[in-house]
């Protein structure tokens, strides 16, 4: 379909309470994503190959660390404007998406928040620019919902540290010129680490056969006593609330990420369902279509209404990390049906890469996963209104 | 080089059109406003000049307070600083009377206006200023460059293109050709967060009037429903459009 036809749910007339510069931001990044994204991005995940040549575009765009100060090379533009950005990127696809937010919140801010001034200054404006990209290795192999538990290692030789272990599930891998990785030192404690491309014994093999995000790369991180030097590590913040604190900047990026995928859905939807026509009248007249096409479009609402809110609280420092847990599940099931009721709507066509929604419905089934799970959400919101952990 | 870029605040292509008040005023609820396209082409032609050879890139728009978030975007995209003349713009004489005042204050080398507005299309603005300036004008311009004080202009001329050279101060009436589509600029954040910091001066009307007032507005009547013909009956295809469409 035609991205310029696209029309945007705005039900609740939220624009109203979005700002000139929050428009324009979103405009710009909703222009640059029917540009660059929209044209390539089904070759591209059919293929699985991840579109490299958008790099440069989201780096010109200003996707990479929009909410880093200037200074450091980015926009330095508030939350709801960083949500904006996210919700237009995953309009497109939520691997390009996550290439985004990898960058930015979990590279770019973790160096911002817990780096020297040193790697600030020599990080920061590469990353921006797309000179440098990042990962963030947490994840291992035997250790998901439960980070803490991490293998990977450290050991402090004096004049560098020896790291060891892998990391796996971990988005621009492949291609990642420097690692965020977060390993144990001697005592157990979680450090952040800059890992470099080219350090002896620093590997990362991709993962193929995904069914999901296709058009992102994803790979591994092997560490083989690896020589980290000690200006690598980032002094500011350790123990595990360190990395938590990226992936809250993350998890709030996709709770308006995820409404931008179910967005394209349904607007896909509506305008489907308006024109194929069956029984001699548009399928959207016929009341089982209107129903799905409505509860959507409620869904929507209140996911849009849930971010903005969760913008608000963060632009005030407020948004605390049960909060955004509940917007990221939220808004991302959210998406994940309306993704599955709008591929229902296209009845066989639904499933072809002439639409987008199968793909989206691919790509949401590991958003749903990834950056805590959608039980883990849960839990944390549990946890959050009575004071008991479940998950410890 | 200074540079001046004329924009307007238009309605959106994909706009839905409709009049309020006994059909006497343009309804502008749910309709997003633009950059006019043919003053956008002309933007980024200016954007060139600023980056290849050091020009200065100033924007104004004659409008109201609502007009700012239009501004902004072409500040944004590059332009150094906005004027904006605190009236409601009528038709194209109120408007050039208007911008001359900024134009003969500012002393700019160049003026880039587009061809016409996508609004009301009146395409007239550029050539009333030329002639209120006493400036050199090349209207329906496709491609301009510029060397000292020379212009090299294309400008589009029924059946094919006319390359003509002048010298600056300029005022083109600019269109697609200035920059093809692909060229046009997208803000980016940093550039929006530029945009907040620069000047956007707000300068009383110049005491002129409109030589026009509108009094009502008309849509186009609904298409009718198609009448198919069978391609062999010639007869009655000629008898519906003498009898019926009354074209031949």
């Known amino acids: 379909m035609d991205p310029k036809a696209f029309s945007a749910p705005d039900y609740y007339l939220l624009d109203d309470v979005l700002s000139s510069e929050h428009i324009m931001v979103r405009d710009a990044a909703r222009s640059w994503v029917n540009k660059a994204i929209i044209p390539i991005i089904d070759e591209h995940a059919q293929n699985a190959t991840f579109p490299k040549q958008v790099i440069g575009g989201l780096a010109e765009i200003g996707a990479f660390g929009p909410m880093i100060p200037e200074n450091y090379g980015g926009a330095g533009l508030d939350y709801i404007s960083y949500g904006l950005l996210m919700q237009e990127i995953e309009r497109g696809d939520s691997g390009i998406r996550s290439t985004a937010s990898v960058q930015s919140s979990l590279v770019m801010y973790p160096i911002y928040a817990y780096g020297t001034e040193a790697q600030k200054k020599h990080f920061l404006p590469k990353l921006a620019s797309g000179e440098y990209m990042g990962a963030f290795g947490l994840t291992e192999p035997n250790h998901g919902s439960n980070p803490g538990g991490m293998e990977t290692k450290f050991k402090d030789q004096g004049d560098h540290y020896l790291l060891n272990g892998a990391k796996m599930w971990i988005s621009n891998a492949p291609f990642a010129d420097v690692a965020v990785v977060w390993a144990k030192d001697e005592n157990g404690r979680i450090h952040g680490l800059l890992v470099e491309r080219g350090m002896e014994g620093f590997t990362t093999p991709e993962t193929h056969n995904k069914w999901s995000l296709r058009a992102s790369a994803t790979g591994e991180l092997h560490f083989d006593n690896v020589k980290i030097p000690k200006k ?6 350790n123990g595990l609330s360190a990395p938590l604190h990226c992936l809250d900047s993350a998890r709030y990026g996709i709770s308006w990420g995820a409404i931008g995928a179910a967005m394209d859905c349904y607007d896909t939807a509506l305008r489907y369902a308006k ?6 009248k548009p399928i959207a007249a016929f009341q089982l279509q209107q129903k799905k096409l409505a509860e959507m479009v409620t869904e929507i609402t209140k996911a849009q209404l849930l971010a903005h809110r969760l913008g608000q609280l963060k632009n005030k420092g407020k948004a605390s990390s049960a909060m955004i847990s509940m917007a990221k599940r939220n808004n991302v099931a959210m998406a ?15 499933i072809s890469g002439e639409f987008s929604i199968m793909r989206h419905m691919m790509n949401l089934e590991s958003v749903v996963t990834y950056e805590g799970t959608h039980d883990i959400h849960l839990l944390i919101t549990g946890a959050d209104i009575t004071g008991i952990p479940a998950f410890k | 080089m200074k540079i001046l870029v004329c924009i307007s605040n238009v309605p959106d292509t994909t706009s839905k059109i409709n009049f309020t008040d006994g059909d006497t005023k343009f309804d502008t609820n749910g309709v997003q406003f633009v950059i006019n396209p043919n003053d956008e ?10 980056e290849k050879q050091g020009a200065t890139v100033h924007i104004a728009t004659v409008g109201d307070a609502s007009v700012e978030p239009t501004m902004r975007k072409a500040l944004a995209i590059g332009a150094d600083e906005g004027i904006r003349i605190d009236a409601v713009p009528t038709d194209g004489y109120f408007v050039a009377t208007q911008l001359a005042e900024v134009i003969k204050k500012g002393a700019y080398d160049l003026v880039i206006a587009g061809r016409e507005s996508i609004d009301y299309n009146g395409g007239m603005v550029p050539g009333i200023l030329a002639a209120m300036l006493g400036m050199n004008f090349v209207n329906t311009c496709i491609s301009l460059e510029v060397e000292g004080s020379t212009a090299t202009a294309v400008r589009e001329i029924d059946g094919g293109k006319e390359k003509v050279s002048t010298s600056l101060p300029l005022i083109i009436g600019g269109q697609k050709g200035l920059v093809e589509e692909s060229d046009l600029k997208i803000p980016n954040m940093r550039g929006i967060m530029m945009a907040r910091k620069k000047a956007l001066n707000v300068v009383p009307a110049s005491d002129s009037n409109p030589l026009t007032k509108d009094q009502t507005f008309e849509k186009p009547a609904a298409k009718g429903p198609v009448k198919l013909v069978d391609a062999g009956n010639v007869a009655e295809l000629v008898s519906l459009l003498h009898n019926e469409a009354k074209v031949i």
């Open chain 1, 336 to 350: 994940l049906q309306v993704a599955r009721e709008s591929r229902q709507i296209l009845g066989a066509m639904g």
């Open chain 2, 41 to 50: 082409f002309g933007l980024t032609r200016a954007m060139w000049f600023k």
């Open chain 1, 275 to 280: 024109e194929r026509m069956q029984f001699g």
């Open chain 1, 232 to 237: 690598n590590l980032l002094p500011g913040k």
